[in-house]
């Protein structure tokens, strides 16, 4: 018996892509859930493609649904997070400024549990701690509102992952995307080096049967903080 967020069954949204139904296990193939996955620390697996990374986090509290924009103005409801809490999320990791992303050797974007400082949008000094932020240019999201934008140049949330929990075993499945996606431009923009860091010649292929989910510190090889 597959689990639904029961926002994300309510109505269907013109801003979700149905991608491939995986299952998120770690390096030893066995299943993700809930429970296995450690409060604050920053996991990313690859989906929907075998070269686009994505955050997986627990933010240890309650999320509720959020409605967002896109940066071309279409509307849609993230639906929240999934899990006993609601605290598990997942986003792309793709920055939506100029898609800045956890490469190989370095990560300029990656999510900080601890307190941070940061401008906001209306350019005033903010502290707050549970963030997504990219250090490249300095945009930062918010994941427990749907990785809404808190501050920085990007003008549009991160695309949410769209997750399933079996509530048979608490297995984790991601299924698809919310929001405005990047694909096509990342693929365009750093296709070379992504054919390179992973070793294929298809970097448009989908992730299919399971996707293999990773601290970020084990996926990068250096985090910049900022």
Request: proline share 6%; charged share 20%.
């Amino acid at each position: 018996m597959i689990g639904a967020n029961p926002a994300l069954l309510a109505q269907p949204d013109a801003r979700l892509h149905r991608y491939q139904r995986v299952r998120l296990v770690d390096a030893s193939d066995h299943p993700i859930n809930v429970k296995t996955l450690e409060v604050g620390e920053n996991y990313v697996f690859n989906y929907p493609f075998v070269t686009t990374p994505c955050f997986l986090l627990n933010l240890g509290h309650a999320t509720t649904p959020a409605d967002l924009t896109t940066e071309i103005g279409e509307t849609y409801r993230w639906p929240g997070g999934i899990g006993p809490a609601r605290s598990v999320v997942a986003f792309s990791a793709i920055c939506a400024h100029k898609m800045s992303y956890p490469a190989k050797a370095i990560s300029f974007i990656n999510y900080r549990h601890e307190r941070v400082n940061f401008r906001n949008s209306a350019e005033q000094p903010v502290e707050r701690a549970q963030v997504i932020y990219c250090c490249s240019e300095k945009s930062v999201y918010d994941p427990a509102q749907g990785a809404r934008v808190l501050g920085g140049p990007a003008k549009q949330p991160l695309a949410a992952i769209v997750l399933e929990e079996d509530k048979r075993d608490g297995a984790l499945y991601a299924v698809g995307t919310y929001g405005g996606e990047l694909f096509e431009r990342f693929f365009h923009e750093f296709g070379f080096r992504l054919a390179l860091d992973h070793g294929t010649r298809d970097i448009r292929a989908a992730v299919t049967g399971t996707a293999t989910v990773m601290p970020l510190a084990e996926y990068s090889g250096q985090q910049m903080r900022c």
